[in-house]
């Protein structure tokens, strides 16, 4: 047996949470807290504790019934593993993980190759809409393909000014660059995209834009980037969360929009322009995704143009 797999049955009272040289951690105390839940600035998103754990040997956390704070694990050297109700992963080097709430989950550094880390534990309304929106598909692990300085440095300069003092303008810089942070890392890959076939989706996409005109088939979308319609299809609903079709359609509408806002020219003209023949279903296309009819959206917004 190894000794990561003996790591599995130690008993709780042999975890070590806390001390390691090196280590850095702000805990914000209650009353900070309160304050920080009445600042309407930073209230949605905000950090109850942050830290940066070097060569952690025999850290271990488990809680039964999770946490209240959404919590990211971010490994710059060694690995560990991290247990989520069902689910295991292996959290090494460049990659990161995010804990949601009240979760059973449980986490320790291997002995072997003992991890470093940057952690915070944040929570808020807009940290929920930020997770529910691009972390839905459930816990996952996260590599990070560029930005590692880039990350680690804004780690350490979000720690540096929190240990400072917790003045409310402190509170404010360091929670904002922290939802910055937490943004990017989340969704950075899918703006600067590193590996080949993942950068094919950010070609089609132009060449979308290109031919928005045009009535392109999912077929067609593939074999202009060289893939099955399969591949091609699992690689655009991972990078953009739409289907191809769904995502076409999309930009002819906003482009759409930019017509009826901007131009005086005919609904049928409109949809013409962007390779709908039938402007019923363009219209039924355009109520989908903006709400409202072509005709209204016009109505609305050219109306508030005119009275502003």
Sequence with gaps: MSLDIQHLFMKDSQTKKEGFLGQKMITLPPNIINEV???????????SAIGYYPRANNHDRRRKFGCEEFIILYCIEGEGDIEIETEDFKLEQDTFIIIPPNVQHHYYSSITKPWTIYWAHFK?????????????????????????????????????????????????????????????????ERFTPSRGQEDTITKSIDFMSQNISTNLKVAELAEEQNLSVSRYSKLFKEKTGYSAIQY???????????????????????????????????????KKIMGMPPSKYRYLYKKKSLSN
């Design 124 to 188: 808020g309304e807009k940290a929920e809409t930020l997770y529910n929106r691009y972390y839905t598909d459930g816990p996952y692990l996260t590599k990070v393909y560029r930005g590692r300085e880039k990350f680690q440095q804004k780690f350490r300069r979000i720690i540096a000014i929190m240990e400072m003092d917790f003045q409310s303008a402190t509170l404010d810089f360091s929670n904002i660059m922290l939802f910055d942070l937490v943004s990017m890392m989340m969704l950075g």
């Design 37 to 47: 839940k009445q600042n309407g600035l930073i209230n949605g998103f905000y950090a």
């Design 248 to 286: 076409f359609l999309k930009l002819k509408i906003e482009k759409a929009c930019q017509e009826l806002y901007f131009t005086d020219i005919s609904v049928k003209e409109v949809s013409l322009k962007f390779g709908f023949d039938d402007p019923y279903y363009f219209s039924r296309v355009f």
